[in-house]
């Protein structure tokens, strides 16, 4: 008898990450399944679970999942209900697959920059796997000790990637600048303002990176197959570096605006009333029916804005592996703004 044929579950398949790997499977013939909340959208099967409820009955589409590809957040307030949280999600996470998918043999954890502790403030770059844990820890770390105990024990392969700042076109995910810098632009311009780089000056200059979702998805496919990835920690990024201040022009370009510096906002004061201003606009252009809540959140956009110090990895590591893409970071910024256009999500 063959092996079993491949089959991959993605939790968190509404995100970006998720909603983007499931169309790629889908795209290459591969037989994909999605878990999350609420719809993802992308026209494959899918089951919609609250796992920090209660995890879904086993059933025969999740008994041949070969793969787990783990992509899923849940937000909340404070550090330590944070932390608990999304350590409780994983590992609800990996108990369904223990107990329904029999034939599971890798795992893929999704992670990020934060495990070299970029929100905190200036840290050690370029960023490399085997730096130190950050002081205190992080949900990754919990996350990823839970995994090696649980692979070790079942005899799981498992990989964990860590992106940067994932750009992708997913709808209900608020933690996506492709959306904010869409949905931010798209305001602007309806009230005849120039496009002022929301954050301070030295944010406008720092060294800074991103990982576009389409390449991410490879990377995830490549390390479920490469014997190389297996029980190894990747940061994934586009392989390049950018400062806003060259590529603020090329945005303000694309929707046909002035261009304007550092305004030193905060876009959760300033765009707190713009609810109704969006509306208008989905009706004005004939856009997707999305409320701007469930495209952008301003907390996470201040974040990004707001870092004054270099955001770099080092991806030596997955080259040497034998993951050897890459991505031109300026281009796919008005790449990915252009479908957003095409999607009519934004106008």
């Given amino acids: 008898m063959g092996a079993l044929k491949k089959k991959t579950l993605v939790v968190g398949g509404s995100g970006v990450i998720g909603s983007a790997h499931i169309r790629h499977l889908a795209a290459a013939g591969e037989p994909v399944l999605g878990l999350s909340r609420s719809e993802a959208g992308t026209g494959q099967p899918e089951i919609h679970a609250d796992l920090m409820s209660g995890p879904p009955s086993c059933s025969a589409e999740l008994t041949d999942v070969t793969h787990l590809v783990y992509a899923g957040f849940v937000p909340a307030q404070g550090d330590d209900a944070l932390r608990r949280a999304n350590t409780e999600l994983f590992k609800a996470a990996l108990d369904l697959a223990d107990r329904c998918s029999v034939h599971l043999r890798h795992v893929t954890l999704l992670q990020g920059m934060k495990a070299y502790g970029s929100h905190l403030g200036p840290f050690k770059t370029p960023a490399r796997e085997n730096d130190p844990r950050i002081p205190g820890g992080h949900f990754y770390?919990?996350?990823?000790?839970?995994?090696?105990?649980?692979?070790?024990?079942?005899?799981?392969?498992?990989?964990?990637?860590?992106?940067?700042?994932?750009?992708?076109?997913?709808?209900?995910?608020?933690?996506?600048?492709?959306?904010?810098?869409?949905v931010y632009a798209s305001l602007r311009k309806a009230d005849g303002l120039p496009l002022d780089f929301p954050g301070p000056e030295a944010a406008f200059d720092v060294i800074?990176?991103?990982?576009?979702?389409?390449?991410?998805?490879?990377?995830?496919?490549?390390?479920?197959?490469?014997?190389?990835?297996?029980?190894?920690?990747?940061?994934?990024?586009n392989g390049d570096f950018f400062r806003w201040r060259h590529v603020w022009p090329k945005v303000a370009a694309a929707f046909d605006m002035e261009p304007a510096g550092p305004a030193g906002?905060?876009?959760?004061q300033s765009m707190r009333n713009?609810?109704?201003?969006?509306?208008?606009?989905?009706?004005?252009?004939?856009?997707?029916?999305?409320?701007?809540?469930d495209l952008v959140s301003w907390?996470?956009?201040?974040?990004?804005?707001?870092?004054?110090?270099?955001?770099?990895?080092d991806t030596l590591k997955c080259r040497q592996a034998g993951f050897l893409e890459f991505v031109d970071s300026e281009s796919m910024i008005t790449d990915r703004l252009k479908e957003l256009k095409e999607l009519k999500i934004v106008p």
């Avoid at 990176?209 to 990747?234: C, H, V």
């Avoid at 713009?274 to 809540?293: F, P, Q, S, T, Y």
């Fill in 141 to 182: 770390d919990d996350q990823l000790d839970i995994l090696q105990d649980m692979a070790g024990a079942r005899g799981w392969d498992w990989t964990v990637l860590r992106p940067h700042v994932v750009i992708g076109p997913a709808r209900r995910s608020p933690q996506n600048l492709i959306a904010v810098l869409g």
């Fill in 208 to 237: 800074y990176q991103a990982t576009d979702a389409g390449l991410l998805s490879r990377a995830i496919q490549w390390a479920g197959s490469e014997p190389r990835a297996a029980g190894e920690i990747f940061n994934i990024t």
């Fill in 265 to 268: 906002l905060s876009l959760q």
């Fill in 274 to 293: 713009k609810n109704a201003a969006w509306d208008a606009l989905v009706e004005r252009h004939g856009l997707e029916a999305n409320r701007i809540e």
């Fill in 299 to 313: 907390r996470f956009a201040d974040y990004i804005f707001g870092t004054t110090w270099d955001v770099m990895a």
